[in-house]
């Protein structure tokens, strides 16, 4: 399994970055994700989601903070860190990221090659 660290402040665009991390999985089955949204509940309802295809949502982890309780971003990815299950795989990104096609496979692909080094 992979999980995927997500730290948003107030980003719109995370929303789709969550979606796009399913969609664009060769293995979305085998991921896991933890967000922290550092967010106002109410400004930012609209956006606090996962966008698109829902079927994905069970496997993401969140931790919700008011924004004006937010403490940078190395705070908010410990925080994220926190809700680790002992995946094989961690990746840490930002909240407006976006993934090449089959992007899961290329990076365990890419991770063999290096130790073989």
């Not at 933890?34 to 949502?57: I, T």
């Amino acid at each position: 399994l992979i999980f995927v660290s997500v730290a948003c402040y107030r980003d719109p665009e995370c929303q789709w970055t969550l979606q796009n991390i399913f969609a664009t999985a060769r293995w979305p089955e085998k991921l896991r994700v933890g967000v922290v949204w550092q967010v106002d509940a109410d400004e930012d309802a609209d956006f606090v989601r996962m966008s698109g295809d829902h079927k994905w949502r069970r496997y993401v982890r969140e931790i919700r903070l008011d924004w004006r309780e937010a403490r940078g971003p190395c705070k908010a990815r410990h925080l994220a860190s926190s809700l680790w299950d002992g995946e094989e795989f961690y990746l840490q990104i930002d909240a407006h990221t976006r993934f090449a096609p089959e992007w899961d496979a290329k990076l365990k692909n890419w991770l063999r090659r290096a130790e073989r080094a």
